[in-house]
């Protein structure tokens, strides 16, 4: 790709995009490392089972031109019931800093768009931890607008 091309904001980068498979479970590994969920092998092997044995959950990987995986979506379809209708919601999206700048993170989420009209969506949504300023930038720069103020309660075991 020529190097103008690179940071062009409506430059989509050739990147391979497919459903993740056990056979991936290091590079998710890896990249929920990055995102700051530290996994490990086995532990992101069972993860992308769940999803795997789950037709409303979607885990897509991203491989560039090197052949590298440089990025992951994961998508939950739910039923929301003020709305009547089907919600996707991204629960995890990362890029490796590697491939950062480049599109990768706008192909994935055009990706999740497109899965989610084909689901029925009526919207989809996402949240991120209000430190990470910059992925606020990308997602507003991708048409994505402040939502409601999200509360967390973290349930010990009973």
């Given at each position: ?41 086995q ?36 039923y ?23 599109g ?55």
């Amino acid at each position: 790709m020529p190097a103008s091309d690179r940071h062009d904001p409506f430059h989509l980068p050739d990147a391979d995009l497919r459903l993740a498979s056990v056979m991936d479970a290091e590079d998710v590994a890896s990249l929920l490392t990055t995102l700051g969920y530290p996994c490990d092998h086995q532990d992101a092997a069972n993860r992308i089972l769940t999803i795997i044995e789950n037709d409303r959950q979607a885990l897509i990987l991203a491989r560039g031109n090197d052949g590298a995986v440089s990025g992951l979506i994961a998508l939950d379809f739910m039923y929301y019931l003020p709305l009547d209708t089907t919600t996707c919601r991204i629960t995890a999206l990362v890029v490796t800093p590697e491939a950062q700048g480049r599109g990768i993170g706008r192909q994935l989420l055009r990706e999740a768009e497109r899965r989610a009209r084909a689901a029925g969506a009526a919207r989809i949504e996402l949240t991120s931890g209000s430190q990470r300023t910059d992925a606020h930038r990308f997602y507003r720069d991708n048409n994505y607008s402040n939502g409601t103020v999200r509360f967390v309660k973290y349930l010990g075991a009973a």
